[in-house]
């Protein structure tokens, strides 16, 4: 329908002269325009762009092409009695462009309807009340008055934001051509009252609210005319807030935020498509937020015990749900003779059901949309759900009742419920392995299912399976394909007891056992799927991981340059101590000879650490390979020595055992208890050296006058005191329940009271830490369970303290000063004086402990040495062959790991995948498995080798 842009113009619109301004311009762009190359797309159910003559952004040209695209849209969809409400937020450059794109609806005989005014809101009720036979709303606005954008919004016919998989036929239909013609706006395009005091006559009966007080927060496009207008209706004090790039964590918080510093009484979030909303209510001072099916849970508690009108109207009558809605309101329903009706797709159900729609009370999916008895078309109404739920507030203020005291008295009258949804990134042959071991072991996370269902849709791609466990929990699986999407949908129910010593502390929900322990279950499942999936898909490290640690090596290596600029810096320049380092090895042979088996001993503390670690995981029923052990323990020193206080090298550990299938628990156990004698020993050692120190090093240590002494002494005691209080916090933390209960219920009360880290669901975390907790208790009372095994471990952590590499390198570099002239002998005395360097340096935060080492090395160990030149000959020896060449043989040995995991994730994909194709020749040509750890081991051997002969080669030549 090409047409002359200057004719046909609705004469009685007051911007005309706009329009045909903007036909105008549009006459200029059309010769000027290139090949376009058609970019907009609708994310979110939004399309956001700026305003510009490019073909890539919004203007008459592309807007017009929009329009023919919606159409296309409409078509694939087969869309009967296609009904189009296009309207705008009354900005100048809205409407015009709202114009052009229903022009181009109407070319191609989409009946389109205008709002009568410039005042629409974009709640998707504004339309839905009026006309129940549209097939959606395309609601222009414009975000921000003083920028170029403009924001285009897609509803579809049930009111909510156009979904991913609707947008997906939409942009598929996007091409890279266009049609160079715009559709002029027809005079003949209907006009419907959609303005703000249309759809308000639609909400509910007028009443006083003004006993509370209300924040409210959304998105950026939300009309506040209308938000004005509909508070004023209730006489409701309130305080709104916006924000730009909405998620729904972000709007309940700000709201609640908003709401503490306002002081009041609820705090709403409107989602991002404005069709629902979040709520939390202030309860004892904290802001409790309750989900969806809680609201409709406390909605039908309402109307069953305290609206005495709408009780005898409610029976008989339906609640219709969807899967994924929760069941706490089925059980409240059925006690009251009120019948449950689930579907999958409950819109459509309610759409074709003419006796559904006639006799429900309400519909709900549990998690976006609630339909409350009253509501015209089956929409969901976010004000006018909203306005029943603030009389309901109000109400019970009344009577100095919140919603949340409600939701504990529906669990004392029904017995304790609990409903969650939770998402995994999984992808479709992962959760084909998942659903099979479901199906084939009727068992997981060490729980019996007793019966199994296959959930069916219509949709061949979506897959889904309904477990119920022995203790009657419910979890649906439900994946997504196309989204590498698994929803796991977790329903559970305690039968309310009849005995009343059973009714523990049912005021509050946090502090109920059996509320928890259901939660506790919830996170063994959600758990043993998360390990499931990692243990099925590996994790990629992220670009701030490499960021974080190039930066510790980065200063792990300044530190060093700075050490042979000033430590390490004789008369001469930085190089004259390698020189004379370097003539002293080849003048003393023994030395020379020793070198190479001094450095080996490095390993002692790697080959200790191993059989400790073995030894913990072997006690919890863990099959280890001792490979696996030595690996982990080697590849743990360069993290330890590039992180501050060196804390990495149990990570690492942790990183590789649990990519050799080590069970998580067990793992964090055995971490925790290793590091738990770490401290035991660092602090038993300083107790008993530290004393012997002060006859040994007395000079050094108890010399007041000098702040290098006073400074070492300090730095010992605070060491020995951090030792002590670091095995108390590991050790409580690892046994006692009391304090890990006492702590849990502090970090909740945090969570509740501080604005900036408001929880949506406490007692969730609460039973997360419970859970982690329980585990860690449990795995380290298997660890430590006698006497005869404490002591076994706490030998092999204090092995590497007695065998230190360090002294025999002093004696046998002839440096040191001779037996009779060191308290206790040239070994002994060594040990004490390391004792001492351990302590003062526990509380170093350098990489490692690297710098402080060296300098604290220096004045601890002057007094072994005849001169201060030869303590620092000997300090960077030190340095050199247990610091750097041990971190540099890690790194390499890590980065051989690192490439050889990633070959093993790339043949194990390959498996997975064959494992769900048929067995043919071509399969059987296939390799499985990789050869890259053979290869490089043989390698290492022979690059240790020509080392080491080389090494001898050069001195012995």
Known sequence: MNKDPSKNINPDMSDNNIFLKSVKNFTNLKGSINEPSFSLEIING???????????????????????????????????????????????????FSQIFAS??????????????????????????????????????????????????????????????HALLFNENITKTMDLNLKAYDEKIDMIDSSNEKYLSTLGDLQDLSNIGVSINSSYDMNPKIINNFFSRFNIKYSKSTTTKPTANKNIKRAIFNSIKNKDDVAVS???????????????????????????????????????????????????????????????????????????????????????????????????????????????????????????????????????????????????YRHSVSEQYIDDLTARKLFHILTSEM????????????????????????????????????HLPKQDLLKIYFSSHIEKSQKENDQE?????????????????????????????????????????????????????????????????IDGGPEVIFIKLNQLIMENKTLMHLIPLILLLFLVPTICNSILIGRMLRVQGQKVKTRHLVVSS?????????????????????????RKSFERGPLIATFLASSLLYQVVGAITSLIFIPIGFIAYGDILLNFS????????????????????????????????????????????????IPFIISRDPNSKAASFQYEFSKIRSSSLMIFQNIRLSLEFCFWRIVPFFINPAAFLAIA?????????????????????????????????????????????????????????????????????????????????????????????????????????????????????????????????????IIFIGYYAIYMS
């Open 46 to 96: 939004r399309i956001i762009s700026k305003i510009d003559n490019d073909s890539n952004f919004i203007n008459e040209l592309t807007i017009s092409n929009i329009g023919d695209k919606f159409v296309s849209y409409l078509k694939l969809m087969k869309l009967n009695n296609k009904k189009v409400l296009v309207a705008s937020d009354g900005n100048l450059d809205s409407k015009v």
């Open 104 to 165: 181009s609806l109407k070319s191609n005989n989409i009946k389109v309807f205008f709002n009568v005014n410039n005042e629409t809101n974009n709640f998707a009720a504004s339309f839905s009340n009026i006309d129940s036979t549209f097939n959606g709303m395309v609601f222009f606005s414009k975000p921000y008055e003083k920028k170029k954008i403009l924001l285009i919004s897609f509803f579809d016919h049930n009111g909510s934001l156009m979904t991913s998989e």
């Open 270 to 416: 409107f989602l991002q498509d404005n069709n629902t909303f979040e709520l939390a209510i202030k309860h004892k001072k904290q802001y409790k937020y309750l989900s969806l099916n809680d609201l409709t849970a406390i909605y039908l508690y309402y109307k069953i015990k305290y609206d005495n009108n709408e009780y005898e109207k409610i029976q008989n009558k339906y609640i219709v749900m969807s899967g994924s809605a929760g069941k706490l309101v089925s059980i409240v329903a059925k006690k009251n003779n009120i019948k449950v009706v689930k579907y999958d797709d409950f819109y459509s159900e309610l759409s074709n059901n003419k006796d559904l729609q006639l006799g429900s009370l309400l519909a709900t999916n549990g998690k976006n949309y609630l339909i409350t008895k009253g509501q015209k078309n089956y929409i969901s109404d976010p004000l006018y759900n909203l306005q029943l739920f603030l009389k309901i507030i109000s109400f019970f203020k009344e009577q100095n009742k919140t919603l949340y005291d409600i939701l504990v008295e529906i669990n004392m009258v029904y017995g304790i």
């Open 443 to 478: 068992k997981f996370a060490d729980q019996k299912i007793i019966r199994l269902t296959k959930i069916d849709f219509k949709d061949n791609d979506i897959r889904g399976i309904k477990a119920i466990f022995i203790d009657k929990t419910e979890i649906e699986f439900i």
């Open 505 to 569: 502390e049912l005021t509050s929900l946090e502090k109920n056992k059996n509320y928890i322990n259901l939660i506790v279950r919830e996170k063994m499942i959600l758990e043993s799927v998360k390990v499931f999936k990692d243990d099925q898909t590996k994790t990629k490290t992220s670009w701030k991981d490499y960021f974080k640690y190039f930066t510790f090596i980065l200063i792990f290596f300044l530190i060093f340059i700075i050490l042979f600029n000033t430590i390490y810096n």
């Open 634 to 658: 080697m590849i743990g020193i360069v993290i330890s020595n590039i992180t501050p206080l060196s804390i990495g090298g149990d990570l690492a550990g942790y990183w590789y055992l649990r």
């Open 706 to 753: 000098s702040p290098i002494s006073i400074t070492i002494l300090s730095l010992s005691l605070i060491g020995f005191l951090g030792n002590v209080i670091g095995a108390i916090f590991i050790g409580i933390f690892s046994f006692s329940e009391k304090t890990q209960s006492f702590f849990i219920k502090i970090w909740i009360s945090l969570i509740a009271w």
């Open 813 to 945: 570099s002839g440096m040191m000063k001779p037996n009779s002239d060191l308290w206790g002998g040239q070994y002994i005395n060594f040990i004490i004086a390391s004792s001492i360097l351990q302590a003062a340096n526990a509380i170093s935060i350098t990489p490692g402990g690297s710098g402080t080492s060296q300098f604290l090395q220096i004045e601890i160990f002057s007094k072994m040495f005849s001169n201060w030149e030869d303590n620092k000959m000997f300090s960077l020896l030190s340095t050199i062959m247990f610091s750097i060449i041990p971190t540099v043989v890690s790194a390499l040995m890590l980065l051989t790991v690192w490439i050889g995991e990633k070959r093993l994730d790339k043949y194990d994909k390959i498996k997975r995948v064959l494992i769900y194709e048929d067995e043919n020749q071509q399969n059987k040509s296939i390799r499985k498995y990789t050869r890259f750890y053979k290869i490089a081991f043989i390698i290492w051997i022979l690059s240790l080798a």
